[in-house]
Structure formats: structure tokens, C-alpha cells
């Protein structure tokens, strides 16, 4: 069974730009969840998706979106980028998380922003 | 406000030896608790969980240790390997809105196990 896939693998953008990020779950999930892990501040959460509607937001700033598609595969948006936004940014997928049951993560994209 | 806290972000331990990794919590609706891996460039890998209900939990080298009364729980590694040096993550669980649940992570501790 594949696994999470993350692309891109890495990104350079500038300052203010925008950036799309795209995460496959592991087939027959449908819960996709984005976390951001910075040096020293471990993995913070963003959002949760679930048949395509976000249920669950964590403490970001609108700059951050995102969305699912029908297929369960997910993209974050990240609008009007900030030097602080370069980070690793963390897909995970679970079968619906509402279990108590562990995510399966991607390798991440590393963004840099410069 | 950090709802999940790993105090020590590196620690060396002799291999063969015991590594012990501390986590402290300060939520109290956390009910379930999971322990992370992590290698450079690769996502995190579970590890091993335990549930509030319980205050112990093993899987070979791997033992989870769980004070609810202290919100505190830690992971022992006997004997510890050179391949155990990676970033461990502590997190937590609680229910949310609408049935989901989310992880809440601490900042993570750099083992490094030395030959």
C-alpha cells in the first residue's frame, strides 16, 4: 500500500508570493491533516479535512487555506508569503479520525521563503 | 500556551543503556497519548500509544509510562541502539467538535545514542 505522498519536495519563494502544496493520502483515508513544524516549536497543527470540508482549524492566520477533493487528496495554500512561513510542512492521513488511532505521515515539503 | 511540553530538546545516551524521554501535558481533556519518530528528512513514524484508562504500555524495547495525576508521561528505551538517534515527538489527543480529533504536539528531543 503506497503511502502519503507530499510534492513538491522542496520550495523557494519570495516574499509575498503564494504557494500551493499537494498531499495523497494513503488510499481508502479520507481524513487529511496539515501541520507546520518549525526548529523549537514542534509540529503545529493547521487543519483537518474530511469528505472534502474542513472540520477542524488550528491557530493560523487566513494566509493559510486549503482544500479536498472528492478523491481525498489535499492542497494548502498559503497566500502572501512571510519569511517566517519557511518551514516543513507535514501531511498526515488517517481512515476518519474519529478514532483514537495514530496519523500516517508524508515526508513533507520543505518551503523556504527568502 | 504550549498544552504539550517536552523540556529537554536533545539528550545522549551510551547505547545498551536506558533512554528516557519525559513529556508533560497541562490539558486534562487529553485521553489518549502517542509517541513519534522522527529521521531527518522523512515524516514522523509512529511509535507507541496509550490510553488515559491505562498507566503503562510495551512493545518490545519501547515501554510508555502514563501519571495522569502528574500529567506527565515518558518513554523508556532498553537497551538503547545507535538507530534510535532521531527526534522523538510526544502528543496528545482530545475529542473536538463534531466527533473529530486532533493531535497536539510538544517541540520534540534529539536522541542521540552513541556507540
Known amino acids: 500500500k503506497a503511502g502519503v505522498t507530499q510534492t513538491p519536495r522542496y520550495l523557494i519563494k519570495t516574499r509575498g508570493q503564494q504557494v500551493t502544496l499537494s498531499c495523497s493520502p494513503i488510499?481508502?483515508?479520507?481524513?487529511v491533516s496539515w501541520y507546520q513544524q518549525t526548529p523549537g516549536q514542534g509540529l503545529q497543527f493547521l487543519f483537518e479535512?474530511?469528505?472534502?470540508?474542513?472540520?477542524n482549524k488550528g491557530n493560523f492566520p487566513g494566509r493559510f487555506s486549503g482544500r479536498q477533493f472528492s478523491n481525498s487528496r489535499s492542497e494548502m495554500n498559503v497566500s502572501t508569503l512571510e519569511l517566517g512561513d519557511s518551514a516543513l510542512y507535514l501531511c498526515?492521513?488517517?481512515?476518519?479520525?474519529?478514532?483514537?488511532?495514530?496519523?500516517?505521515f508524508g515526508s513533507g515539503t520543505q518551503l523556504s521563503v527568502l | 500556551d504550549q498544552q504539550v511540553k517536552q523540556n529537554s530538546p536533545s539528550l545522549s545516551v551510551q547505547e545498551g543503556r536506558i533512554s528516557i524521554l519525559n513529556c508533560d501535558y497541562t490539558?486534562?481533556?487529553?485521553?489518549?497519548f502517542l509517541w513519534y519518530k522522527k529521521y531527518p528528512a522523512e515524516g514522523p513514524t509512529f511509535l507507541i500509544s496509550?490510553?488515559?484508562?491505562?498507566d503503562k504500555n510495551e512493545d518490545g524495547r519501547f515501554t510508555v509510562f502514563l501519571n495522569k495525576s502528574a500529567k506527565h508521561l515518558s518513554l523508556h528505551i532498553v537497551p538503547s541502539q545507535p538507530g534510535d538517534s532521531a527526534v522523538y515527538f510526544c502528543?496528545?489527543?482530545?475529542?473536538?467538535?463534531?466527533?473529530?480529533?486532533?493531535?497536539?504536539f510538544g517541540s520534540g528531543t534529539q536522541l542521540t545514542v552513541l556507540p
Open positions: 498526515a492521513s488517517s481512515l476518519d479520525g474519529t478514532v483514537v488511532e495514530k496519523l500516517f
Open positions: 488510499s481508502g483515508h479520507r481524513s
Open positions: 479535512y474530511f469528505s472534502e470540508t474542513q472540520r
Open positions: 490539558n486534562s481533556m487529553f485521553d489518549y
Open positions: 496509550i490510553s488515559s484508562i491505562k
Open positions: 502528543a496528545a489527543q482530545a475529542m473536538t467538535r463534531g466527533s473529530a480529533r486532533q493531535l497536539t
